[in-house]
């Protein structure tokens, strides 16, 4: 059965970093793009971050500078590393594989002091 896990999610201050993490599983994971999603109240999914199977990446305007996406294809796993958190960056942060309409259960992310 194919399925992403996510964790690593959690409540922190502002200026604080966390790092999640997108365990895949039941699908050739190197072989596919990676995106990383988040999802604020009452708003769609937006598109935080993406790695490719190459390794090239794309990122949001809004998390440039301060967020790192990566992949250990050994461990079927994708990272995000968010560092300088804000409040708005708030919310329910989701792993995808697009080739296989595939979405993670979701992790939550409070940034707040």
């Known amino acids: 059965q194919d399925q992403l896990v996510e964790s690593g999610g959690g409540l922190v201050q502002p200026g604080d970093s966390l790092r999640l993490s997108c365990r895949a599983s039941?699908?050739?994971?190197?072989?596919?793009?990676i995106a990383w999603y988040r999802q604020f109240p009452g708003k769609q999914r937006e598109l935080v971050a993406v790695i490719s199977q190459r390794r090239r990446i794309t990122y949001a305007d809004s998390v440039k500078g301060r967020f790192t996406i990566s992949r250990d294809n050994d461990k079927n796993t994708a990272f995000l590393q968010m560092n300088s958190l804000k409040p708005e960056d708030t919310g329910i942060y989701y792993c995808y594989c697009e080739t296989r309409e595939l979405w993670g259960q979701g992790t939550q992310v409070t940034v707040s002091s």
């Open positions: 039941g699908f050739d994971f190197p072989s596919y793009n």
